[in-house]
DNA sequence: CTAGGTGCAAAAGGTTTGCGGTTAA
DNA sequence: TTAACCGCAAACCTTTTGCACCTAG
């Protein structure tokens, strides 16, 4: 039943304009199969067990096609590596300083929209992104 | 009266046990001069018309110096190089895909504190960063 | 006097680019 | 068939580091 997300992946491909290839595949793949936020150069380890020809220029390349794509997320935090997210749901991300986990934090069900943010008229938003740094609840159990 | 400023300054490098330097007082005026987010790189060129002897490190050495103290922040968007702002008071940045400008957006005074973001239950807050991007009223009107 | 800061140049990430060969459509 | 993509290596941009000299406290 992989099969299902391999045909999703190459249809946005498609509407994009861009090729079906076994890399973006595998790049892909490496992402949902651990949702952990690797940078591009976690990726590329990852991927090449699976496949240990493919290079990190492809890598990039990749993940930038599932960018354009609809797929995959940036995400950036501080000046360290951008990392990849393939969750496409509308959340922000909590960056824990303890233990270096990132949390998608999903916008809550009921209550304002916390992640729509009010800017002045004549503004027109086209994204917005917020992160958070603080300590997660293991970390905080961990200090008591 | 930009003794006042200095002044300020100062204080505020001994409480954080920094020393006052001539360099980190002409960063910080660069700075408070035009308030238009500089890069690193172009708060040295500005630096350099007033003395044409400081170093690059050195201006990386003061801006950190003075994000240490609480008078500027580091203002990240996407990956591009960071950028300063000495504006302290609880905002966010908004980046103008047509011009390019960064404008400084407040909380507004009224209303819930657009800032503050929900976290569940165990998280707790260090920092918290929102960038938004879309287009500012200047470039709306041409648009139209 | 001396810990901390400066200037310079070299190095270190992280990412992009150029190019010859390969492949999806 | 051919434009898009791959792999490799070199280049690039931003930031950090090492070291000899300087200076604020």
Known sequence: MENLVAHQLNERLATSGLRSTVQRQQVYDVLLQ???HPTA?????????????????????CLDALVKCGLVRQ??????ATRYCPNMHEHFHF?????????????????PATLRVQV?????????????????PACNKKRE
Request: charged share 25%; glycine share 10%; net charge negative.
């Open 34 to 36: 651990r949702r952990d």
């Open 41 to 61: 150069e976690e990726v590329f380890i990852r991927a090449k067990t699976g496949s240990p020809e493919i290079s990190i220029a492809t890598v990039y390349n």
């Open 75 to 80: 995400v950036n935090l501080d000046r360290s």
């Open 95 to 111: 960056y824990c300083d303890g233990c270096g986990t990132i949390y998608d934090i999903d916008s809550p069900a009921k209550g």
């Open 120 to 136: 002045p008229d004549g503004f027109t938003i086209g994204h917005c992104e917020i992160s958070v740094r603080g300590s997660c």
